[in-house]
């Protein structure tokens, strides 16, 4: 068989491979979440019966996860860590796996405000480095398989599969360094998504789903009076991303000031007075997206908009103290509340709004987080219709071209 032919064969196997490993490797770690979820906040507290028992949980989870810490390290590191290690030193530190594991796996089970993509991220890219330095075919383009599993990784976390590569491609934009081309790239990003994404459902179909991701809305036609709101539902999401932005910075600098363990703790003690109050705060957003989808009639808006700030705060509380991972799944389920809730003071009979509504304010929001309008669009087709395309879209840029980000916060991840 000619060599480059035989080349060409083991790099396509090799990208399938890692992109089937990856998924395997998320639905594991998905399901051990959702096994300790149960245990922590079903089982458990149906057979104790104590009174302020998230309190009790939350705050000693704090202490358990201030420890770890403390003796292993500050992880999981941020998505944005995990892209800029792998961008500038082209390597990723893969000894201490089971610490990346198990500092990513306390805050979701405690039911930080988080999603898990921050510490799924580095525990691939790991993978792939130890790949590299291990196998003598995979060392030539390491950094390239790293790229193409981080995007495998946060296209299924989000059920979205063109949202990795985008992410990952404008995160690497004008640094290209390697031999293998844009087209090549995308294509084999194709094959190890496709590798990926079959692993993840044959696992699911046969041992249960690891993880229901955020539900779909549903269709609706868009009316003259909902582009006439447009203005009001980006200026919305911009208010709440000035928000995240001030207590993003407040929470930077009042976390700076406690010593480890005594951070974490106030960080699960803050989790657990603000989850007793507000039960809906609590967890990456998920389930209570759902809930809200069904039974939104039921809250006033006022309450869904004050939801809204309440889950940026908690967000950047567990995050800056300790209890951390990542911030998108939060940021949308607090975008779409306010959507929710903005409809419904404007339109009597909301219905038929709501899902424009909470698309715009959502978009405007991650667009002005994330500075990427195209990658925030593919990011938001895991929950919203296609067809909304445009209208994302613009919102997002509108996001990203106001001037509100502060002069001392971080350009968010990715």
């Not at 803050?270 to 039974?295: D, H, Y």
Request: contains cysteine.
């Amino acid at each position: 068989m000619n060599i480059r032919i035989k080349n060409q064969l083991y790099l396509y196997s090799f990208c399938m491979i890692t992109g089937a490993f990856a998924s395997a490797v998320i639905w594991l770690f998905l399901k051990a979440v959702s096994f300790g979820t149960l245990f922590l906040w079903d089982w458990l507290p149906e057979r104790l019966s104590l009174s302020f028992y998230p309190l009790l949980v939350c705050t000693a989870g704090g202490a358990v996860i201030g420890i770890f810490r403390k003796i292993f390290g500050d992880y999981p590191e941020e998505l944005s860590s995990v892209l800029g290690k792998i961008k500038n030193e082209k390597r990723y530190e893969y000894r201490n796996m089971m610490t990346l594991l198990l500092s990513a796996f306390f805050p979701l089970v405690i039911g930080s405000s988080v999603g898990p993509e921050a510490g799924l991220t580095g525990v691939i890219a790991g993978l792939c480095f130890w790949a590299g330095d291990n196998l003598k075919f995979a060392r030539a383009n390491t950094k390239e398989y790293t790229e193409l599993s981080t995007a495998v990784t946060l296209s299924i976390l989000f059920h979205s599969p063109l949202f990795g590569i985008f992410a990952v491609e404008e995160e690497n934009r004008g640094k290209e360094i390697s031999d293998i081309t844009k087209g090549s790239k995308v294509f084999l990003y194709g094959l190890s998504l496709a590798a990926g994404f079959g692993t993840y459902l044959l696992l699911g179909s046969l041992f249960g789903s690891a993880m229901e991701g955020f539900p779909s809305f549903p269709a609706q036609e868009i009316q003259g009076t909902d582009y006439l709101m447009m203005i009001i539902y980006i200026a919305a999401g911009l208010l709440l991303a000035k928000f995240y932005h001030l207590v993003h910075a407040k929470c930077i600098a009042a976390a700076g000031k406690l010593p480890p363990v005594l951070k974490e703790t106030s960080g699960g003690l803050c989790l657990g007075i603000i989850g007793m109050l507000v039960p809906a705060v609590m967890f990456s957003g998920e389930e209570q997206m759902a809930v809200l989808m069904e039974e939104y009639r039921a809250f006033l808006p006022a309450a869904l908009i004050g939801v809204s700030f309440l889950k940026l705060l908690l967000t950047n509380i567990c995050i800056h103290f300790g209890l951390k991972g990542g911030h998108f799944f939060p940021v949308i389920f607090a975008g779409v509340c306010m959507g929710y809730g903005i409809s419904g003071i404007v339109f009597t009979e909301g219905a038929g709004h709501v899902v424009f509504a909470a698309a715009v304010v959502t978009a405007a929001l991650l667009g002005n987080i994330m500075k990427k309008p195209l990658a925030v669009t593919m990011l938001l087709f895991l929950c919203f219709p296609v067809k909304m395309f445009v209208w994302i879209f613009l919102s997002a840029a509108a996001g990203s071209r106001a001037g509100l980000r502060s002069a001392n916060t971080q350009t968010c991840e990715p």
